[in-house]
């Protein structure tokens, strides 16, 4: 549920920990403080009515319609597919599967089909345009498409079939290119669902169900890492777990192939994501900066290239110095934004072309993607509908900044919040 670019925290409760207590009257003026901030940024919180009935309708008799459509698309049933999520995600959009074959590997990575179920002409998709995502702030989430619908029909929940939109990709033994891809309609059916916790422990025990592929995925997902940075992407989180490693990796290798597929097999103006580069200057700033800090030293085999120089530089840094480099290099780097048009590339990943179209559920970006995608329909408002996701996904980030920072202010840790959730203390009736 997470990409290289952005990647997404879900507020909730850590494993092994209890949430954040806090009393009623702060609980009140957080309360009050988190109004403020969605007001402020034009994030509508309750969904309208229609919606809501709309969305309740698409939920009833789930097993009957996906029973009808077993025909029309690839049943996948008896593939070996699992979700990885954190522990308190409320929706499991994507699962993956993989095989090692003599010439290479195949890697599936099955997308819950939310145009199944919100079309262009439904209320749900005109809701879903306006809030443009899913906003995560700590221990509250603002959904783009309502919980009834994400939760249940859209969600790849263990042992229930569901209705998916797989990329299967035909990767090269040694290379990991894309040898075919193929994009299509299909049913699965989750055999379990981890968490990045389980799935590390998975990776560890010889005997544990789904070890063998867990293990398989991550010798994919590591080199398809190590591939990824000797051509020059820039990794600024060098030490995420072999779980995030698993997913981070496979989502990427799906968003490219799709990518792919729209740009240069189809021609096709799609909702596409582009990231300019800082001029030299600005890196030179930026690398400057770093080379500054305590304990730290850029290999000079590198400074040619600011993104191996980044990459290098965190990988031998002092852990107390990671944040001040990410900072340093994240000051210079210009917003990445949708656009119609692909050329430009994506700067950070080192992408020629790139688009999003793993998170259907939390993303405008993907939902309108996975609709040309199967339809070959482009949106005629498609110019608007980029320059709209992106102000919007701006007003969330900004929203979640404040918000984070007014946290601190009265002494929460946002962290702690994220990891944990809150909790408001309970007083007997004689206090």
Known sequence: MTDAEEGQAYAGTAE??????????????????????????????????????????????????IRSEVDERRDLRELTTWTTDPIDAQ????????????????????????????????????????????????????????????????????????????????????TLSYEEIDIYKSVIRSDERLTYSQAEKRLDDPDAPLHEE???????ADRMHEIRKEDGSLV????????????????????????????????????????????PDEWDKALQEIQELDGVSIP???WDDPRKAVNATLEQAPS??????????????????????????????????????????????????????????????????CSHASDRQKAAEQCEREYRQFLEEVGIDPQAVNNRGLEVEEHDAEE
Not at 214 to 220: D, G, S, Y
Not at 356 to 384: E, G, K, M, Q
Request: aromatic fraction near 8%.
């Open 16 to 65: 092994g920990q209890g949430p954040v207590v806090i009393d009623e009257e702060l609980a009140r003026h957080i309360e009050r403080k988190r109004e403020e901030l969605l007001e402020k940024f034009e994030i509508p919180d309750a969904f309208p009515g229609a919606v809501l009935e709309e969305a309740e309708a698409r939920t009833e008799d789930i097993e009957s319609e």
């Open 91 to 174: 929706d499991f959009d994507d699962a993956i599967s993989v095989e090692k074959r003599e010439d290479g590997y195949v890697l599936w990575v099955h997308i819950a089909d939310v145009t199944h179920y919100v079309t262009p002409e439904t209320a749900t998709w005109q809701e879903a345009k306006q809030r443009g995502n899913t906003v995560y702030l700590p221990a509250y989430t603002i959904h783009m498409l309502p919980p009834t619908l994400a939760e249940t029909v859209c969600s790849l929940v263990p042992e229930e079939d569901r209705l998916a939109h797989t990329v299967e990709m035909y990767l090269d033994g040694e």
């Open 214 to 220: 867990c293990t398989l995925v991550h010798e994919l």
């Open 236 to 279: 600024l989180n060098p030490r995420r777990d072999r779980a995030h490693t698993i997913i981070e990796e496979c989502m990427l290798k799906a968003n490219k192939a799709v990518t792919h597929e729209l740009m240069w097999n189809r021609g096709v103006e799609a909702m596409y994501r582009v990231h300019p580069q800082p001029t």
């Open 300 to 302: 000079a085999e590198n």
């Open 320 to 385: 107390r110095q990671l944040g001040k480099i990410q900072w340093a290099v994240m000051k210079v780097m210009p917003r990445a934004r949708y656009m119609a048009d692909p050329f430009g590339g994506h700067h950070a990943l080192n992408f020629e072309i790139y688009g999003h179209f793993t998170s259907p559920i939390r993303r405008l970006s993907d939902l309108v993607d996975h609709w040309i995608v199967h339809s070959n329909d482009v949106p005629a408002d498609l110019d608007a509908l």
